[in-house]
């Protein structure tokens, strides 16, 4: 589910279908005369959904859904380390701190993209090469440091940033993660995609 | 073809309702009928007045038998019938010559106007056509018809509906006043 979740107009398909036949037992339900088609009940339906879960989405900010306790990395944390921090803390990014600072963002797509050769653009890659038995892929980044594989400058928002917001950052940037400021500038936690669908998920179930 | 497909329809039909609804719509109905017919036919009818008029029909149906429908919010019942009548009568008055276009010109602007002012009421397109069309007896009410018996009429319909549409546990009416 790495697709638009946010984009505004659209999020009636993440609203549950109803059938004429839904509507029909909740119209016998209600009793008397209700002056409507089942298509125009559908329709307000889906419209007014849809304004629901965006109201929803604009008042999630970041602070309410962020990992608080972030897992990060200063610029000269040897690649190996990083590496080990991100596996036993099983976390698929890292914010590089500097003085409090976020300076840049280490993600297992780092990693891919600086082994060097232009075929590993994907983990099945260094499993397929591993499996040749042809050496480490992972040679070439051994010496290096945080500063050296990192994406920089990074996309961060603020602790007072809606979900919606933040949803529409992850598609636009395709990136799956976003650190989190105060006003100070100071890293305070992290929204990754999987906080983003815990909170959409309630919304949609109600 | 667009166009074509457009009317094969889309949806089905709506369910039908209980013998309650059903008994209660009667039991309205008859009400707000005896009301208006009552004083139409034993208290005015040795004077010039008139008081009960085909488009109350109209209303009975929606204010007895769809009660939770916009069209039948007490709103809509006296404002779109005022608001048609005013428009009948000065239809006829100007275009009495041309009885074909008063009449399409009184029920066309009735419903813009209703629509406009957020008193949309069907039957208030049958008080338009009426004060067109209607008899000598109307006509010469000029625009009276609107107060009597349009306006006292509607009123006194809406009093009945209050009264019986808010008896039955399961109904309540009316949805909204303005």
Redesign the interface.
Known sequence: MNNKIGDVGEQDKYLIDIS?DDV?TA??EI?????????DFKELYHVAGSHALKRLMLSVKAMDIMTKKVISVNKRTPAKEIAELMARHNVSGVPVVDDEHVIGIISENDFLSRMGKKEIKSFMNIIARCLEDRGCLAVPIRNQKAEDIMTSPVVTAREDTPVLDIVNLFSEKNINRVPILNQEMNLVGIVSRADALRTVIPAIKG | MKFFDKMKGTTKSPPGVSLSEISWSWIGAFLGMAAVSGIHYNMISDTDLVMVIGSFGASAVLIYGAIKSPLAQPRNLIGGHIISALIGVACYKLFASNMWFASSLAVATAIAVMHATKTLHPPGGATALIAVIGSNKIHALGFLYAVVPVGLGAVVMLIVALIANNIPKNRRYPEYWL
């Open positions: 004429d029909l119209m016998k009793g008397g005369y209700l002056d409507i088609t089942f298509g």
